[in-house]
């Protein structure tokens, strides 16, 4: 089936740094989705993608759509301690309907 | 903001015994899913809903589950016989259009 490929796993930085994360797939994706997860809560969408090359921003937040289709990055500028959480990105490869495939996730950690 | 209100946030059922897992998507969207987390892990789909029936269901969804809209506002999962196996956090999410969108906060479901 569909695969995405999340990178990093976890990342520990210090509050101010910018962020970035990435997701790959040998297949092409018709929509890319960036979600945040707290502990004991559901994802929560931060942003969505539509169109290939697509470049999208959420206040600090900045996220492609990789021109191939097959990848797409979200970058956080300037963290802050409550950007600590779990972000998957997740993708909907147009030709098998809407299963969403989700990335196994990016944990991040800020120290203040 | 409206939301997709999920109950009970955490379920404790013995090994065998039917669960019923219940979720009040929101009011005007048009498609409903389910999804699990299994602790640790990445969110993976369970199964599609739009008008009045499943459109899409993973290898997840065996006969084991099934779905249901019981009337104007309700969407439910059944799981009939769980096993140990099944302990996850269930998400029910909703969404206007076929980009899933919002999610409910989970129900914890414990087998034991």
Known sequence: ?112 | EPEVTQTPSHQVTQMGQEVILRCVPISNHLYFYWYRQILGQKVEFLVSFYNNEISEKSEIFDDQFSVERPDGSNFTLKIRSTKLEDSAMYFCASSRDTSPRTFGSGTRLTVV
């Open chain 1, 1 to 112: 089936g569909q695969q995405l490929n999340q990178s990093p796993q976890s990342m520990f930085i210090q509050e101010g740094e910018d962020v970035s994360m990435n997701c790959t797939s040998s297949s092409i994706f018709n929509t890319w989705l960036w979600y945040k997860q707290d502990p004991g809560e559901g994802p929560v969408l931060l942003i969505a993608l539509y169109k290939a090359g697509e470049l999208t921003s959420n206040g600090r937040l900045t996220a492609q759509f990789g021109i191939t289709r097959k990848d797409s990055f979200l970058n956080i500028s300037a963290s802050i301690p409550s950007d600590v959480g779990i972000y998957f990105c997740a993708g909907l490869p147009g030709e098998y309907g809407n299963k969403l495939v989700f990335g196994a996730g990016t944990i991040l950690r800020v120290k203040s």
